[in-house]
């Protein structure tokens, strides 16, 4: 995605641009994205989803990058068919970083 807002902004930069599987430009189709990833997760999984997303949009809670690690998890099973990585790849997780990028 961040290549698709540099390909926006510096179209002279930018021969070709191919997306796979990237996430939604418009608010129309962002606006249901939650649900259709809750919907692929089991009933323990959209509990613990929701208990942690919840930590992760408290602006009262200062550590969140381990709330957010957890739920990247569940959003990259609810969001990948067959991924090539592994969540138990060593990851550093900012959480105030990426509030920063998607807001």
């Known amino acids: 995605m961040l ?12 021969k070709k641009l191919i997306l796979i599987s990237s996430g939604p430009f418009e608010e ?8 259709t990833r809750l ?4 009933d323990a999984e959209k ?4 208990s942690l997303l919840k930590i992760v949009n ?8 381990r ?7 569940l ?3 609810a ?3 067959d991924p090539v990585f592994s969540n138990d790849e060593p990851r550093e997780y900012q959480c105030d970083i990426h509030t920063k990028v998607w807001g």
Not at 3 to 14: G, T
Not at 39 to 42: E, G, P, T, Y
Not at 58 to 65: A, G, I, P, Q, S
Request: glycine residues 4%; proline residues 2%.
């Open 79 to 81: 969001d990948s068919y």
């Open 67 to 73: 709330a957010f690690r957890q739920s990247g998890h």
């Open 47 to 50: 509990i613990s989803a929701a």
């Open 39 to 42: 919907d692929r997760l089991s």
């Open 75 to 77: 959003m990259a099973k």
């Open 28 to 35: 129309l189709y962002a606006a249901g994205i939650m649900e």
């Open 3 to 14: 290549a698709f807002m540099l390909a926006a902004q510096e179209p002279a930069l930018i």
């Open 58 to 65: 408290n602006h009262e809670v200062h550590d969140k990058n």
